[in-house]
């Protein structure tokens, strides 16, 4: 079970996710994992009702890179081995997307993003449409100051030890599901980040904007939510 606040209002279902992908370019590389955890709305509180992990087929020729092997430990023998098709991930994806879901990661512009292009080539990127998405990311920028990366939060809220930043979708999933129920336990204005992203306004929007979304400029410090 977990607790969100006020989002169990408006959605029925939540989908949190990340990927492990063989580099940085949305339509260049390739997600080599996908992750997710499901949730769903039992009265004000939600439970875990799906977690899915699988590792993803490359395209003919490609091979993951030896710094991203050590960075994750993912392997092109490990997809040879484990991973599944693509066309199968976007099936997968589309059921756990389908209905009044919220879709939630943390710097959810970069998964999406990539989501987006394997979908394309694999799937359906329509289903994307019409959801709300939630960065995580962008709240913990609200709430603490920099560094902000992922086991940056997962200190800051006391979860050391009970969740890990590791490198491995799944983890990272995880770790963020407690770092979510942490966030809306400090503060319950979840809902107001729904569709608002931040970026740091040194570098500007890394790839294409999500149509759906309005990116903010976001500084290190913030004498106020971004929201406002």
Do not use: W
């Not at 899915?52 to 392997?75: A, F, H, Q, R, W």
């Not at 809306?184 to 107001?192: C, G, S, V, Y």
């Not at 970026?199 to 903010?216: E, F, L, Q, R």
């Amino acid at each position: 079970m977990a607790f969100i606040g006020n989002l169990t209002k408006k959605y029925d279902k939540f989908v949190i996710f990340d990927t492990e992908t063989t580099g940085l370019s949305f339509p260049r590389d390739e997600i080599i994992e996908f992750s997710a955890v499901v949730l769903e709305t039992r009265g004000d509180r939600v439970e875990v009702t799906r977690e899915y992990d699988n590792l993803v087929t490359l395209s003919p020729g490609n091979t993951v890179p030896e710094m991203i092997t050590n960075l994750t430990g993912i392997s092109t023998t490990d997809i040879l081995q484990r991973g599944i098709p693509k066309a199968q991930v976007c099936a997968d994806i589309a059921e756990m997307f389908a209905g009044n879901t919220l879709l939630l990661a943390y710097n959810a512009h970069f998964d999406l993003s990539f989501l987006f292009y394997l979908l394309l080539r694999n799937g359906d990127p329509t289903i994307l449409k019409g959801k709300d998405k939630l960065d995580l990311l962008t709240v913990y920028k609200d709430r603490r100051e920099f560094p902000h990366k992922l086991t940056n939060a997962i200190d800051a809220y006391g979860l050391t030890g009970k969740v890990v930043n590791s490198h491995r979708a799944i983890d990272d999933v995880l770790a963020t599901v407690a770092v979510m129920e942490a966030m809306a336990q400090e503060k319950d204005d979840l809902e107001q980040y729904i569709n608002l992203f931040g970026y740091n306004p040194k570098y500007g929007i890394d790839g294409k904007p999500i149509g759906s979304v309005t990116y903010k400029p976001q500084q290190f410090r913030n004498n106020r939510p971004l929201y406002l």
